[in-house]
Each structure stands twice: as structure tokens, then as C-alpha cells.
């Protein structure tokens, strides 16, 4: 039988369905994840860094025409902390290039491991030596040729550091905060991260801004924002942190790590106010039912960027409100949002924002709707819904050609 085409309704017509607004929702975070990529890089930035897999063919680095057959020393040192030695000579056992014939641990505090790390000027441990006749013709990422063997004692914090006598890379935390501040940013989100990625902790602990501890801390360090973290020296044994530290923090005389940069909402003690609450104005048109919901860019902005929120309000565009905002931010798309101006303070937004948006009187207008494909919204000044007129039209092609294909498939039937 035929297909008819069955002309829709204008409810139907303008409907969009709901893989069209995942398809919008996502292009639109997109735009929100670019501004905050600062804001993230305050955690990311404690990531270790991705190396390009390695393939077979490049693990050696040099010709090798015999396996060679080594034997693995590791001078261990009493450290639950440091890297355990047993699992990372097994990692080198493992390895492909070479044969391990032996595997010997030998205590640092003995007169073998003295002798070891006298001979082979061993700065960190856990250390790994590895001698053999061949060894010294194969090069190998983060070992050392030293004396004939092949070294490795770049160990990564926590270590032993042979100079100082001393465990390195265990920090101590201090987690300063104001416990009358209960939309301030919870800081254990960023000590959890910190931990995932390997930071060894030896100590953490909070305090209050109103203790007698608090106030000495205050003082001593001049800090101006709180919730804030204080790192011992030992955070900065860490790659990930020294790469990123003079952007985020300072670092004492006393060598104390005091985090500047932290994440809205804060209490800036110098004005006594919370910053970074965000009160936010949906202007939307009733009579567009087949817009967009604003809502989704509220939680959106909120997923992205840990966004605080104050008042939360509807205006639409027939009101006296409504249209004195659409005045004032020369708005043509909608429906849309504005923002306080504690938008500010969050890391990036001012400078960012002309991209996507207006800045002005210090408050926050997304305005360049037009940016995002799928997006369904109204033009004010057209009075035309924008998204819809795409979709109806592939499905039209769509059924047309289903009806094409139906009528060649009777006509050959009839033919037969």
C-alpha cells in the first residue's frame, strides 16, 4: 500500500525532539567548558602529565642484536610511603629488551647498600641497578649509565633523599576555613583529587579562621580569601604542583605553599562578603513553548564550573522588566540568562565572556545563541523560531523518499 504523506500540525511541526536538545544541550557545554578551563586547571593541573603510548618497535632505542641478560639490584630503604621496590622490579623484570637472570634487594643501612650508593652516587631511594655485559649498549627512558651500569634513582615522592637523610613528599595540609560560610567551596573535593593523583598526605587537619591559630595564620600570611589551603614545603617534591604553583599560590619564607587562587564561593576577609554566590535571571517568552529550557544552562554552568546560586528568577519578555533587559543588553535571541556580578569571580569569565555574551554594569548576558547549532530559540527581532525549520524539513525529504521507494516497489510488483 501507498504511504501517505500526512501534513502536520503546527503543535507537531514545531515540536523538537528530545535527541535534538541532547544534541543542543551538549554544543552549549561546550562553550561553558572553554571559559573554564582555567577554573578546572586548578585541579587538572595536579594530573601527571599523558605520555604517547610507546610502541614495541620504539621501546628499544638502539640496536640490539641479543637480549641481553642483566641482573637487578634495588637498595630499598624503610619507607612504607616511598613506591614499593618489589612491584616496580617486577614492572622492570617485565620489560621486553632485556632478561633479568637475578633480582637482589640490599638494605641502604648496610655496608653493601653504603657501598651501592657510594659507587653509583645514588641521590634518591628506592634505587635500581642494573649490570650486565650488554647493558651498556641499550638506552633507556629515565636510567642512567653510570659506571658501567644502568641506573635509575629519579625515584618520585615520597623518597629517601640520600643528602638530607631525610623522607621527602609527605605534606602536611592545613585546611583554612570559615565555618560560618556554608556555600563556601568544600575543600576536601580538592584534597580527595590531590590524593587520587598522588600526592602523599602526612597530616591534614582544618582550622578556623576564628581560632587563635586561625587568626595567626591570617596574619602571618597576609591571605585574603578563604576557604585556602597551606602546603608544607614537601608539596612542592611534586612535578605536578611545582608546574602550576606560581600561578595558583605562593611560596613563604618559611617555605609554606599558601594556595591564593581558590575556588568561588570564597569569603574575601579584606570587604567581610561572599563572593562568587550567583543570582541568575531566566528571560524567557511564554509563548514560545518550543524554546529551549534556561534551566538546562543553570545546571550546566553549575556542573562545569562548581557554580554557587543566590536568587533564582523568571522574567519574561512582555514585562516592564523584561523589556527594560532586553534594552539594556541589546538581547535579540531568546530565551536566556544574566547573571550577577559574582559571575566575576569566577577564574576566566570576564575576559572570556565577550565570546559568548555582554558585559555590563558588572552583570552577565548570554547572547550569542546563534553560536550553538540545534539550539531552538526566538529572534525578537524577526519574531521567527530559529532550529526548527532544519529538522522539519529533513523529515519531509525523509517521507518523501520513503514514499518514492513505496511507489517503486509496487510498480515492480505490478510489472511481475
Same mark, same amino acid.
Given at each position: 500500500m501507498k504511504k501517505k504523506h500526512v501534513k502536520k500540525s503546527n503543535d507537531e511541526t514545531y515540536k523538537i525532539s528530545k535527541k535534538q536538545l541532547g544534541y543542543a544541550i551538549l554544543v552549549l557545554a561546550v562553550i561553558v567548558i572553554l571559559i573554564a578551563l582555567y577554573y578546572q586547571g586548578v585541579f587538572d593541573s595536579f594530573l601527571p602529565e599523558q605520555k604517547e603510548e610507546v610502541k614495541p618497535e620504539k621501546q628499544v632505542l638502539g640496536e640490539i642484536k641479543i637480549i641481553p641478560e642483566v641482573e637487578l639490584t634495588a637498595v630499598t630503604i624503610d619507607c612504607k610511603e616511598c613506591i614499593n621496590a618489589s612491584q616496580a622490579a617486577d614492572i622492570i623484570s617485565d620489560a621486553p629488551i632485556f632478561k633479568v637472570l637475578k633480582t637482589e634487594f640490599i638494605e641502604s643501612d648496610s655496608e653493601e647498600g653504603k657501598a651501592l650508593i657510594e659507587k653509583y652516587d645514588l641521590k634518591r631511594l628506592p634505587a635500581f641497578i642494573m649490570t650486565g655485559e650488554e647493558i651498556s649498549n641499550i638506552d633507556l627512558p629515565t636510567f642512567e649509565k653510570r659506571e658501567g651500569a644502568q641506573v635509575f634513582d629519579a625515584t618520585p615522592p615520597p623518597y629517601y633523599d640520600v643528602d638530607s637523610e631525610k623522607i621527602k613528599g609527605l605534606v602536611e595540609v592545613i585546611k583554612l576555613t570559615d565555618t560560618d560560610c556554608e556555600k563556601c567551596f568544600d575543600l576536601n573535593k580538592l584534597? !580527595?583529587?590531590? &590524593?587520587?593523583?598522588?600526592?602523599?598526605?602526612? +597530616? #591534614? &587537619? #582544618? !582550622?578556623?579562621? @576564628? +581560632? @587563635? #591559630?586561625g587568626k595567626e595564620l591570617v596574619s602571618d600570611y597576609s591571605i585574603t580569601k578563604v576557604p585556602t589551603i597551606i602546603f608544607s614545603s614537601d608539596a612542592n617534591e611534586y612535578e605536578q604542583i611545582q608546574k602550576i604553583w606560581e600561578t595558583v599560590g605562593s611560596t613563604e619564607s618559611d617555605g609554606k605553599m599558601i594556595l591564593r587562587t581558590v575556588n568561588p564561593p570564597y569569603m574575601d576577609l579584606e570587604t567581610d562578603s561572599i563572593k562568587g554566590v550567583v543570582d541568575i535571571t531566566h528571560l524567557v517568552d511564554a509563548s514560545c513553548e518550543e524554546c529551549f529550557d534556561t534551566a538546562e544552562l543553570k545546571k550546566m554552568f553549575e556542573q562545569q564550573m562548581g557554580m554557587s546560586w543566590g536568587i533564582d528568577k523568571t522574567v519574561d519578555v512582555s514585562s516592564t522588566e523584561g523589556k527594560q533587559l532586553i534594552k539594556d543588553f541589546d538581547i535579540k535571541l531568546i530565551p536566556t540568562v544574566i547573571f550577577s556580578s559574582d559571575l566575576g569571580d569566577y577564574p576566566t569569565i570576564p575576559d572570556m565572556w565577550s565570546q559568548i555574551g555582554i558585559e555590563k554594569d558588572g552583570k552577565y548576558a548570554l547572547t550569542k545563541l546563534d553560536l550553538v547549532q540545534g539550539l531552538v530559540y526566538k529572534n525578537l527581532e524577526t519574531d521567527e523560531i530559529v532550529g526548527l525549520k532544519e529538522e522539519t524539513t529533513e523529515e519531509s525529504t525523509t517521507e518523501s523518499v520513503e514514499e518514492t521507494e513505496t511507489d517503486t516497489s509496487e510498480g515492480n510488483s505490478t510489472e511481475e
Amino acid at each position: 500500500m501507498k504511504k501517505k504523506h500526512v501534513k502536520k500540525s503546527n503543535d507537531e511541526t514545531y515540536k523538537i525532539s528530545k535527541k535534538q536538545l541532547g544534541y543542543a544541550i551538549l554544543v552549549l557545554a561546550v562553550i561553558v567548558i572553554l571559559i573554564a578551563l582555567y577554573y578546572q586547571g586548578v585541579f587538572d593541573s595536579f594530573l601527571p602529565e599523558q605520555k604517547e603510548e610507546v610502541k614495541p618497535e620504539k621501546q628499544v632505542l638502539g640496536e640490539i642484536k641479543i637480549i641481553p641478560e642483566v641482573e637487578l639490584t634495588a637498595v630499598t630503604i624503610d619507607c612504607k610511603e616511598c613506591i614499593n621496590a618489589s612491584q616496580a622490579a617486577d614492572i622492570i623484570s617485565d620489560a621486553p629488551i632485556f632478561k633479568v637472570l637475578k633480582t637482589e634487594f640490599i638494605e641502604s643501612d648496610s655496608e653493601e647498600g653504603k657501598a651501592l650508593i657510594e659507587k653509583y652516587d645514588l641521590k634518591r631511594l628506592p634505587a635500581f641497578i642494573m649490570t650486565g655485559e650488554e647493558i651498556s649498549n641499550i638506552d633507556l627512558p629515565t636510567f642512567e649509565k653510570r659506571e658501567g651500569a644502568q641506573v635509575f634513582d629519579a625515584t618520585p615522592p615520597p623518597y629517601y633523599d640520600v643528602d638530607s637523610e631525610k623522607i621527602k613528599g609527605l605534606v602536611e595540609v592545613i585546611k583554612l576555613t570559615d565555618t560560618d560560610c556554608e556555600k563556601c567551596f568544600d575543600l576536601n573535593k580538592l584534597t !580527595v583529587n590531590l &590524593k587520587q593523583f598522588g600526592i602523599k598526605f602526612a +597530616s #591534614e &587537619k #582544618e !582550622v578556623s579562621i @576564628d +581560632s @587563635d #591559630e586561625g587568626k595567626e595564620l591570617v596574619s602571618d600570611y597576609s591571605i585574603t580569601k578563604v576557604p585556602t589551603i597551606i602546603f608544607s614545603s614537601d608539596a612542592n617534591e611534586y612535578e605536578q604542583i611545582q608546574k602550576i604553583w606560581e600561578t595558583v599560590g605562593s611560596t613563604e619564607s618559611d617555605g609554606k605553599m599558601i594556595l591564593r587562587t581558590v575556588n568561588p564561593p570564597y569569603m574575601d576577609l579584606e570587604t567581610d562578603s561572599i563572593k562568587g554566590v550567583v543570582d541568575i535571571t531566566h528571560l524567557v517568552d511564554a509563548s514560545c513553548e518550543e524554546c529551549f529550557d534556561t534551566a538546562e544552562l543553570k545546571k550546566m554552568f553549575e556542573q562545569q564550573m562548581g557554580m554557587s546560586w543566590g536568587i533564582d528568577k523568571t522574567v519574561d519578555v512582555s514585562s516592564t522588566e523584561g523589556k527594560q533587559l532586553i534594552k539594556d543588553f541589546d538581547i535579540k535571541l531568546i530565551p536566556t540568562v544574566i547573571f550577577s556580578s559574582d559571575l566575576g569571580d569566577y577564574p576566566t569569565i570576564p575576559d572570556m565572556w565577550s565570546q559568548i555574551g555582554i558585559e555590563k554594569d558588572g552583570k552577565y548576558a548570554l547572547t550569542k545563541l546563534d553560536l550553538v547549532q540545534g539550539l531552538v530559540y526566538k529572534n525578537l527581532e524577526t519574531d521567527e523560531i530559529v532550529g526548527l525549520k532544519e529538522e522539519t524539513t529533513e523529515e519531509s525529504t525523509t517521507e518523501s523518499v520513503e514514499e518514492t521507494e513505496t511507489d517503486t516497489s509496487e510498480g515492480n510488483s505490478t510489472e511481475e
